[in-house]
């Protein structure tokens, strides 16, 4: 398929997409009759749900639909000089894919071990750090709003919030003054006599999965804090009275009753953690393998934007599936981790 064809074929998506969703919604209205609830009309009124309307549409549309429709537009293009673009070498094709997987756009030979060793540990790292951020949160989250008093509340609050008033790149360089071989935590464990010889955290990698975990905390702190906050203390109450004990007052009502907060807690995590630049390219060792500086490499250090559009889509795939699979684990709708 030529290009040109294809580039019209892309950009019509999005509209028709939201056209079937607007169908939709209009049916399921219908077949509801006088039980649906309010419209998003009837309760803001026609001039707030016009503005709204226009100004989300405006802002998805140009900020977000049309740039990604780019990318997917720019990952099956080939290498051409910008002279060739829209002439008969400009068509469209899957050779952009088939060097992640193959390593090279004509041969299927080998495999891309490095890039593809990359991605699977990105993906699997960042599942195991959604993973950790969610036990070292649930047990705060809990406490703030069970236990907490509001003054103990405000100050929990603050601070969680005050050490992300630093900019994320400050945060991790202080990450890689901490874990380096002179670092503090060296230092104190050495001399504690715990260790003879400074560890290579940075070369481990342990820096960079702490630095990951530490940055988007608060994701998972908060999505957890905010539904746990709406459990009836009854619920629990009454569990106590009838004798079950803690890990069955919290294994069968709070979690479930958190689920909305931990999918999108984990949601928020694992795409932010998959997604990271700046934590790789300060924490990482010299062996590291992380995907996002791949694809930074691919659009600043080989200026082939059409395969790093490619791979940026991988990324994207990868985060899509696991999004679902949260969901489908979770058995819980797209708007109920959207809330």
Not at 224 to 242: G, K, M, P
């Given at each position: 398929m030529h290009s040109s064809v294809g580039q019209w074929i892309i950009y019509l998506l999005p509209p028709?997409?939201?056209?079937?969703?607007?169908?939709?919604?209009?049916?399921?209205?219908?077949?509801l009759g006088p039980a649906a609830p309010l419209g998003f009309i009837d309760r803001n009124g026609w001039p707030v749900a016009l503005f709204l309307i226009v100004a989300v549409g405006l802002w998805t549309v140009f900020m977000i639909v049309m740039p990604l429709m780019a990318m997917v537009d720019l990952s099956f293009r080939p290498k051409l000089a910008p002279?060739?673009?829209?002439?008969?070498?400009?068509?469209?094709?899957?050779?952009?894919?088939?060097?992640?997987?193959?390593?090279?756009?004509?041969?299927?030979?080998?495999?891309?071990?490095?890039?593809?060793?990359?991605?699977?540990?990105?993906?699997?790292?960042?599942?195991?750090?959604t993973i950790l951020d969610f036990a070292i949160c649930y047990p705060i989250a809990f406490y703030m709003a069970r236990v907490a008093g509001p003054a103990r509340l405000?100050?929990?609050?603050?601070?969680?919030?005050?050490?992300?008033?630093?900019?994320e790149i400050l945060r991790a360089f202080a990450f890689r003054i901490l874990f380096t071989q002179q670092g503090v935590i060296n230092k104190a464990l050495l001399a504690m006599g715990a260790i003879d010889q400074p560890i290579d955290f940075i070369a481990?990698?342990?820096?960079?999965?702490?630095?990951?975990?530490?940055?988007?905390?608060?994701?998972?702190?908060?999505?957890?804090?905010?539904?746990?906050?709406?459990?009836?203390?009854?619920?629990?109450?009454?569990?106590?009275?009838?004798?079950?004990?803690?890990?069955?007052?919290?294994?069968?009502?709070?979690?479930?009753?958190?689920k909305p907060g931990i999918g999108s807690g984990a949601t928020l995590v694992f795409m932010l953690t998959a997604g990271s630049i700046a934590a790789?390219?300060?924490?990482?060792?010299?062996?590291?393998?992380?995907?996002?500086?791949?694809?930074?490499?691919?659009?600043?250090?080989?200026?082939?934007?059409?395969?790093?559009?490619a791979y940026a889509l991988i990324l994207l795939a990868a985060c899509v599936v696991f999004v679902l699979g949260v969901l489908k684990l979770f058995r819980l709708g797209l708007g109920e981790i959207a809330r």
């Amino acid at each position: 398929m030529h290009s040109s064809v294809g580039q019209w074929i892309i950009y019509l998506l999005p509209p028709l997409v939201v056209a079937g969703f607007a169908l939709l919604a209009v049916l399921e209205r219908r077949r509801l009759g006088p039980a649906a609830p309010l419209g998003f009309i009837d309760r803001n009124g026609w001039p707030v749900a016009l503005f709204l309307i226009v100004a989300v549409g405006l802002w998805t549309v140009f900020m977000i639909v049309m740039p990604l429709m780019a990318m997917v537009d720019l990952s099956f293009r080939p290498k051409l000089a910008p002279p060739q673009w829209g002439g008969p070498k400009d068509f469209y094709t899957l050779e952009n894919y088939r060097y992640f997987l193959f390593g090279s756009t004509t041969s299927t030979d080998n495999w891309n071990v490095t890039h593809l060793k990359a991605f699977g540990l990105t993906i699997w790292v960042s599942i195991l750090i959604t993973i950790l951020d969610f036990a070292i949160c649930y047990p705060i989250a809990f406490y703030m709003a069970r236990v907490a008093g509001p003054a103990r509340l405000r100050l929990m609050m603050l601070m969680l919030i005050a050490p992300y008033w630093v900019n994320e790149i400050l945060r991790a360089f202080a990450f890689r003054i901490l874990f380096t071989q002179q670092g503090v935590i060296n230092k104190a464990l050495l001399a504690m006599g715990a260790i003879d010889q400074p560890i290579d955290f940075i070369a481990a990698d342990v820096a960079l999965y702490s630095g990951l975990a530490y940055a988007y905390l608060l994701m998972m702190m908060f999505a957890l804090y905010n539904a746990i906050e709406t459990l009836d203390r009854n619920l629990i109450e009454a569990a106590r009275d009838l004798g079950a004990p803690w890990w069955h007052i919290h294994t069968f009502i709070v979690i479930p009753h958190a689920k909305p907060g931990i999918g999108s807690g984990a949601t928020l995590v694992f795409m932010l953690t998959a997604g990271s630049i700046a934590a790789p390219l300060i924490l990482g060792g010299p062996k590291t393998l992380w995907f996002t500086p791949i694809v930074y490499d691919r659009f600043y250090q080989a200026f082939n934007w059409q395969q790093g559009a490619a791979y940026a889509l991988i990324l994207l795939a990868a985060c899509v599936v696991f999004v679902l699979g949260v969901l489908k684990l979770f058995r819980l709708g797209l708007g109920e981790i959207a809330r």
